[in-house]
């Protein structure tokens, strides 16, 4: 069956059976159903309500309320600051999007050096692996510092020397390493015989990775590769550190300059702009792939 | 004898627009073995879903003893404690080993002490044959080892009333009398079965009564003698040819 059957019966087509007319009996469970279904939205309204009404009066309730109200809460310093902050925020933007690409190409190559196995490119292998290892063990924001301020020190001819530039470099580092894991993930989770039955039909094994193994492998890890995408829409606000006007930097020079607090609620709530929608394809994704691997091994 | 365990009035399913059954009328007596024939997508698996509420109804209504199972004020779960049910492609946990597939039910469930469970367990094993498999886990166990431990599986609570969903459809030809036999076995000890088959075989010697579904309704029923050999309707002779002379 392609569909689950959750759909409620109400909404479901009758099949063109002319004379068939639905019994007393059933009229009276779905008037039933109806009635619970009603009595249920009720329940899960008032319990919400009540619940954010309960959060709420906590909040206010608190004895620094007033503070927090005047320091994070101030309306026109939020319409003051919201257009310096959002023209930082297009830098992350961009970041993200130069980084993603990268993290993209570079975390497939790695992926792809990890599943082989021609004994001549075991020194790439090794690589591959050690790469893998230190910059998952490096904590990002450190990534950054050390790109940041290492990286310009060396005085090579052609490194760039724009901070955000930087910051992206380190960026990369970082998510190829966690990209490239997933995407291993994915490569290995596909069958051995999809690869045996694409080899059979006489695809080299170059052409059998492309056009069979691959697709399959994407389609398994998209959930977890756009979390790992969310996440670095995030992290890319740790490039402030290294000083370009992004949206976190942008915040926090306004910040500083009119001991208020509220330019961060605005960054925060840029970013949350962005990545809330990214969330929920995310989840729909899973839910779709969950789905798929329910059909696949039968009910 | 007065009523049947197993009760279904006029009973319709549809799955979006496809509608799999459209009226189905079908009695299953206490100790009675109910075989349920018809081609593939034909309604026995939903027809079987459907008693044992895994998939609402349409319309119609499905009584177990004295209880209504298609009211839905009834707690689904009360009711699936009363009937057991096997699944062609066995189901079993694969995290558990055999014995705890059979007694997680019991000890979860209807808070059977572990060591009395165990029992019962062992007892069911012993019985179907699987007596050293206790201690495996599924993967370990032939198709037909793990379709008798779900079968042990099943009957671990006491069911009044066992499903089984085409039990043998799975299985290697040469795997198939073990689980079979099982089921003989069952008939004999009084078990109310109601079963979707394709073994025609084993419908005509161990089945009560045969059951041919076809569009939807109930097409022709009666003994297996005179559902198989004998058959009134001309689309259960042209069923049986299809199936019986390959």
Known sequence: MEH???????????????????????????????????????TAALCTIAFVAAVAAATVASPGWERVHALFLDGAEFRHALPEVLDGFWLNVRMFLIAEVLILVLGLLVALVRVTRAPGLQPLRLAATVYVDVFR???????????????????????????????????????????????????????????????A??????????????????????????????????????????GPLEALRAAQIKADY?????????????????????????DRLQRRAAQRAWTETGR | MSEALLRIRGLRKSYDSRLVLRSVDLDVAEHQVVCLIGGSGSGKSTLLRCVDLLDVVDDGTVHLGDTEL?????????????????????????????????????????????????????????????????????????????????????LATGPELLL???????LDP??????????????????????????????????????????????????????LTDPRHPATRRFLSRVLDR
């Open chain 2, 70 to 154: 298609t009211d839905p004020r009834l707690d689904a779960d009360l009711v699936r404690r009363r009937i057991g049910i096997v699944f062609q492609a066995y189901n079993l946990f694969p995290h558990l080993s055999v014995l705890d597939n059979i007694t997680l039910a019991p000890r979860r469930v209807h808070r059977v002490p572990r060591a009395q469970a165990e029992e019962t367990a062992r007892e069911l094993l012993d019985r179907l044959g699987l007596a050293d498999k206790a201690a495996d886990h599924p993967e370990r166990l032939s198709g037909g080892q793990q379709q008798r431990a779900a079968i042990a599986r099943a």
């Open chain 1, 4 to 42: 689950g059957t959750t759909a409620e019966p109400e909404q479901r087509p009758q099949t063109a059976d002319g004379d068939y007319r639905r019994s007393p009996r059933e009229e009276e469970r779905r008037q039933f159903r109806r009635a619970r279904d009603r009595r249920n939205r009720w």
């Open chain 2, 164 to 170: 089984l969903d085409e039990i043998t459809s799975a």
């Open chain 1, 258 to 282: 009119d001991f208020n607090y509220t330019p961060y609620l605005a960054a925060a709530l840029l970013f949350i702009a962005v990545t809330v929608p990214l969330t929920r394809v995310a």
């Open chain 1, 201 to 242: 039909l006489g695809l080299s094994t170059p052409q059998a990775l492309r056009y069979v193994v691959l697709p399959q492998a994407v389609r398994n890890v998209l959930p977890p590769l756009l979390n790992d995408f969310i996440a670095l829409q995030k992290d890319t606000a740790l490039v402030a550190v290294l």
């Open chain 1, 137 to 199: 063990g490096v904590p990002t924001l450190l990534l950054v510092f050390l790109v940041g301020f290492g990286l310009p020190a060396l005085r090579l001819q052609g490194t760039p020397s724009q901070p955000w530039v930087l910051g992206v470099i380190a960026l990369v580092l970082s998510y190829t390493a966690y990209v490239a894991e997933v995407l291993r993930a994915g490569l290995e989770s596909v069958h051995p015989a999809q690869r045996n039955a694409a080899r």
């Open chain 2, 174 to 227: 040469g795997l198939v009398g073990e689980v079979l036999d099982v089921v003989t076995d069952l008939k004999q000890r009084g078990m109310t079965i109601l079963m979707a088959t394709h073994e025609m075989g084993f419908a005509r010697h161990a089945a009560d009564r045969v059951c041919f579904l076809e569009d939807g309704v109930v097409r022709e029923q009666g003994t297996a003698e005179q559902v």
